[in-house]
């Protein structure tokens, strides 16, 4: 990867990038990282179809056990299931796997103060505080300091992002945006760079690089597929990613910056450049592990189900 960061210019970026090696480089994952993912999917059916509380058990327990994936990849889904187990009134288990989620660093306090979670534990508030207390209390313990560094800059990136859009709303100004974006991007670029160690700088907030992602890898498609896809794809090839994130970003990038049609889906987020051969389209989801097309779950919201 490049070492060096563009400076963008406030008002217009113009970048010209050789991006056309990047298309066409069909990614094969191999077939231990496809089960693993075929048990993910499988969570995410029983828990969208709200099956048997036996089932999603079941699944959940399978997909730890696995042993197809590196432990720290498992890890972020331990708070998923802790979230099931509290849904279903099962706090002292609940509270097991949400211990699991947080020293295995995949869950911040602030993620267990959430209102989902606040509701699950309603009947048992002491519980619910002394979980919080213990969350915060350790919280610079089990992070290293350049970790936290990490933390505090992804919150910070998440705060312009929405103070811009906020502003926008009584203020409309799509240069304020453009300029803001540029922003996040060059510090996301930057974020990978300076901690070339670790494995996926981004993961540690996983819905501040979720909002950031979209908004910025939208006005600036060619940065991402410059700097950040090459990462991404082999995070995913290691197992140390997620498909369904990597799929719709990818489409999402090259449709904006080529104006091609999507790779992995029928459209990207926003419902543009649906792809007709879906026979291609679905050899790509396939090897990548996602189901098919006529086996994706249609979304009700404007992210389009993966």
């Given at each position: 990867?490049?070492?060096n960061?563009?400076?963008?210019?406030?008002?217009?970026?113009?970048?010209f990038?050789?991006?056309?090696t990047?298309f066409?480089?069909e990614?094969?994952?191999?077939?231990?990282i496809?089960?693993?993912y075929?048990?993910?999917?499988?969570?995410v059916?029983?828990?969208?179809?709200?099956?048997s509380?036996?089932?999603?058990?079941?699944?959940?327990?399978?997909?730890?056990?696995?042993?197809l994936?590196?432990?720290?990849?498992?890890a972020?889904?331990?708070?998923?299931?802790a979230d099931e187990?509290?849904?279903?009134?099962d706090?002292?288990?609940?509270?097991?796997?949400?211990?699991k989620a947080?020293?295995?660093?995949?869950?911040?306090?602030?993620?267990?103060?959430?209102?989902?979670?606040?509701k699950?534990?309603?009947?048992?508030?002491?519980?619910?505080?002394?979980?919080?207390?213990?969350?915060?209390?350790?919280?610079?313990?089990i992070?290293?300091?350049?970790?936290?560094?990490?933390?505090?800059?992804l919150?910070?990136?998440?705060?312009?992002?929405?103070l811009?859009?906020?502003?926008?709303?009584?203020?409309?100004?799509?240069?304020?945006?453009?300029?803001?974006?540029s922003?996040t991007?060059?510090?996301m670029?930057?974020?990978?760079?300076?901690?070339a160690?670790?494995?996926?700088?981004l993961k540690?907030?996983?819905?501040?690089?979720?909002?950031?992602?979209?908004?910025?890898?939208?006005?600036?498609?060619?940065?991402?597929?410059?700097?950040?896809?090459?990462?991404?794809?082999?995070?995913?090839i290691?197992?140390?990613?997620?498909?369904?994130?990597?799929?719709?970003?990818?489409?999402?990038?090259?449709?904006?910056a080529t104006?091609e049609?999507?790779?992995f889906?029928?459209?990207?987020?926003?419902?543009n450049?649906?792809?007709?051969d879906?026979?291609t389209?679905n050899?790509?989801?396939?090897?990548?592990?996602?189901?098919?097309?006529?086996?994706?779950?249609?979304?009700?919201?404007?992210?389009?189900?993966?």
């Amino acid at each position: 990867m490049k070492k060096n960061i563009l400076i963008l210019c406030p008002l217009l970026l113009v970048v010209f990038f050789n991006t056309s090696t990047l298309f066409g480089q069909e990614v094969v994952l191999n077939d231990s990282i496809i089960r693993f993912y075929n048990l993910f999917h499988k969570i995410v059916e029983l828990d969208r179809d709200k099956d048997s509380p036996e089932s999603i058990h079941k699944a959940y327990l399978d997909y730890f056990n696995c042993g197809l994936v590196p432990e720290s990849v498992i890890a972020k889904n331990y708070s998923g299931y802790a979230d099931e187990l509290a849904a279903m009134g099962d706090l002292d288990k609940a509270v097991v796997y949400y211990d699991k989620a947080f020293y295995s660093k995949h869950l911040l306090p602030s993620d267990f103060n959430i209102e989902g979670i606040r509701k699950w534990f309603s009947e048992d508030t002491a519980l619910f505080q002394l979980k919080v207390k213990e969350y915060q209390d350790n919280f610079g313990k089990i992070y290293s300091y350049q970790e936290l560094q990490i933390i505090n800059e992804l919150y910070s990136m998440l705060s312009a992002d929405q103070l811009s859009r906020q502003y926008c709303k009584q203020h409309p100004d799509r240069s304020l945006l453009m300029f803001s974006d540029s922003l996040t991007m060059q510090r996301m670029i930057a974020l990978i760079q300076n901690n070339a160690s670790s494995d996926n700088p981004l993961k540690y907030v996983k819905f501040a690089y979720f909002v950031l992602g979209r908004h910025a890898y939208s006005c600036y498609p060619k940065m991402w597929l410059q700097y950040i896809e090459p990462m991404e794809r082999q995070w995913l090839i290691e197992g140390k990613s997620d498909n369904v994130s990597y799929a719709r970003n990818y489409d999402q990038a090259i449709i904006y910056a080529t104006g091609e049609k999507s790779y992995f889906g029928e459209f990207d987020d926003y419902g543009n450049a649906a792809n007709p051969d879906t026979a291609t389209v679905n050899r790509h989801r396939i090897n990548i592990g996602l189901p098919p097309l006529k086996e994706k779950k249609e979304s009700n919201s404007i992210f389009i189900t993966y």
